[in-house]
């Protein structure tokens, strides 16, 4: 999983090298409706 951040700096005292920020993640999901036009998720 990629996320982005808006800002490198965290706190005044925490910063990270670039705004992308990868994690390994585990997550199931469902895709559900007459047209499948919804869909639920949650990851961990």
Do not use: E, P
């Amino acid at each position: 999983m990629c996320s982005w951040l808006s800002h490198t700096r965290i706190t005044n005292d925490f910063t990270v090298s670039t705004a992308f920020q990868f994690a390994d993640m585990l997550g199931v999901g469902a895709i559900f409706g007459q047209k499948q036009n919804y869909q639920v998720g949650f990851c961990f």
